[in-house]
């Protein structure tokens, strides 16, 4: 594992949104490596039209990052379909161009598990507001995605990119309705990248190739596909896309070669950004991972957690729920008790945090110590049921941040708490889920914050322990 203790960071931004793009995939239900391979197959459409330089590298990036939106819609799908947002997300992506697709689609989609009054309703519901909701969705999805890649320090080109990447060609598409080259450039190529590998993985290159000339002049740039029918003659295109090592691959193309690189900052907003996508798929979320995060960071501090480790801490924070991103907004957002198959779900978000951090080599131990903060000191805890001192500091710190922050804010199934009322519940799991000296930090770092402190809580503390 690298060690994080004194390391200054400066690492390639491909590697870096590269391993992230697989978070993004989660969330749209698609077969991992989706973005890597939309990159591969867009950077190749960008060649082949003549893109270099800079063009090719904004292409590039667009094509990475261009479901960073993806998050935001997932809670208001479920809401309005009475589905998984993700399998709707995936089977989304391959109903047909045409009037009657869509129309199935919504009756195959809607209340799959609700009884027949509620489905019957929904329905009536989406064929009435149709092109409403569908706008609605489109363009939050759109706006936060392009918002986020700004705050990533992305240019407006690769913004825009991401925004207007469902417009269709001939002017049938969201949220703006434009049509031809208003549409921009790198927005049309991702339209066609991410169709070209949704029906290339599920059905073969035949039919990624039937269904892009079908949708050409209506969704799609006739020029781009062209550009991409020449491709598809290529046997290397399609034995690249095939390929284990296709993310090697997509590293080494030309825009990553310029090995842009990144400093302490820019991580910093990375790692915020990411937050933000978290944060977006459950409207109970809303400023968790920050919060999380910066309660990690005032809590090493105290704990003494050497400078720049803390600031790993605090990002491996931002980032404990990253996993969430592939658990339906159905189970994440129900009011009521989950059912035992849906707590499953639940419960693999640690493991899937865990899948996604570990991409990112400079986290270190970091992946794993923020993938564990469902663990519990007791051993009863989640997902391997560690215990003791099998339980690193890191993973206590973020643990009782998670702890604090889920109880100081509204949930789906109760109102938000009081200061008071949250540290009573938390003294209670010391020695159990929450480390003694942690608590104390906690308890510290609030009342530095200027939080209105019961002492009690302290004095109830220092009693149990
Ligand atoms: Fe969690
Ligand atoms: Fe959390």
Known sequence: MPDTSTQTTALPLSEVLASFSYALDITEGQPAGHCIRSCWIGTHIGLAVGLDGQELADLYYTLLLKDLGCSSNASRIAELYLTDDRSFKHDFKTIGAGVSSAFQFVLDQTGRNSDMVKRLKAIGHIMKHGGQITNELIETRCTRGAAIARQMRFSEKVASGIHSLDEHWDGSGHPQGLQGQAI????????????IDVF?????????????????????????????????????????????????????????????????????????????????????????????????????????????????????????????????????????????????????????????????????????????????????????????????????????????????????????????????????????AVDADCYVALVSALGERGENLPGADLIRFNRAV
């Not at 020029?223 to 290529?234: C, D, E, H, I, P």
């Not at 729920?321 to 639940?346: A, H, N, T, Y």
């Open 184 to 195: 921009p450039l790198y927005s049309r190529i991702a339209l066609l990248s991410q169709v």
């Open 200 to 432: 290339n993985r599920s059905r073969g290159p035949d039919a990624a190739v039937n269904e892009v000339i079908s949708r050409s002049d209506r969704w799609f740039d006739p020029g781009l596909v062209n550009a991409f029918l020449s491709l598809a003659r290529s046997e290397d295109f399609w034995a690249g896309l095939a390929s284990n090592d296709l993310e090697q691959r997509v590293l080494a193309m030309t825009p990553a070669q310029a090995r842009i690189m990144i400093d302490e900052d820019w991580m910093d907003d990375i790692a915020a950004a990411f937050g933000q996508v978290i944060d977006a798929k459950s409207p109970y979320t809303s400023g968790h991972s920050e919060r999380v995060g910066d309660y990690a960071e005032m809590i090493g501090r105290r704990l003494g957690v050497d400078k720049s480790r803390l600031r790993w801490l605090k990002r491996a924070a931002c980032l404990h729920d990253v996993g969430k991103l592939g658990v339906s907004s159905s189970i994440l957002d129900k009011p009521g008790s989950l059912e035992d198959e849906e707590w499953v779900q639940m419960r693999d978000h640690a493991t899937q945090s865990h899948a996604i951090l570990s991409r990112i080599s400079a986290f270190g131990d970091l992946a794993a110590a923020a993938a564990s903060h469902h663990e519990r000191l007791d051993g009863t805890g989640y997902p391997h049921g560690l215990s003791g001192d099998q339980i690193s500091l890191e993973t206590r710190i973020i643990t009782i941040a998670d702890f604090y922050d889920a109880l100081t804010a509204d949930r789906p199934y109760r109102a938000a708490m009081s200061v008071d009322q949250s540290l009573s519940i938390i003294s209670k799991e010391i020695g159990k």
